[in-house]
Nanobody
Framework: EVQLMESGGGLVQPGGSLRLSCASS????????MSWVRQAPGKGLEWVSD????????KYADSVKGRFTISRDDAKSTLYLQMNSLKPEDTAVYYC???WGRGQGTQVTVSS
């Protein structure tokens, strides 16, 4: 059974940082391109970032480029998203995603 479990969300002030994690199991994590997507209140899913097998060629949406860093630990089958300089518009539920599906998400709220 494929499982993706996000953690690390929370309430943070503008300019703050959070590190999201996504623990996975049930598929060959190290062979897969992994992504982070998010859904803000009342909006559709938005692609945030992805990283290929082996950690190469990370890509970012323009809205997060220079502030977010995606990484992976294949030994732990875990995906990460380091989020710095957070803005209120980053408020959303963040999901990790593989071709096998998405997790349940973790809420990130950026507010003073």
């Amino acid at each position: 059974e494929v499982q993706l479990m996000e953690s690390g969300g929370g309430l943070v002030q503008p300019g703050g940082s959070l590190r999201l994690s996504c623990a996975s199991s049930g598929f060959g994590f190290s062979m897969e391109t992994m992504s982070w997507v998010r859904q803000a209140p009342g909006k559709g899913l938005e692609w945030v970032s992805d990283i290929r097998s082996g950690g190469g060629s990370p890509k970012y949406a323009d809205s997060v480029k220079g502030r977010f860093t995606i990484s992976r630990d294949d030994a732990k089958s875990t995906l990460y998203l380091q989020m710095n300089s957070l803005k209120p518009e980053d408020t959303a539920v963040y999901y990790c995603q593989s071709r096998w599906g998405r997790g349940q998400g973790t809420q990130v709220t950026v507010s003073s």
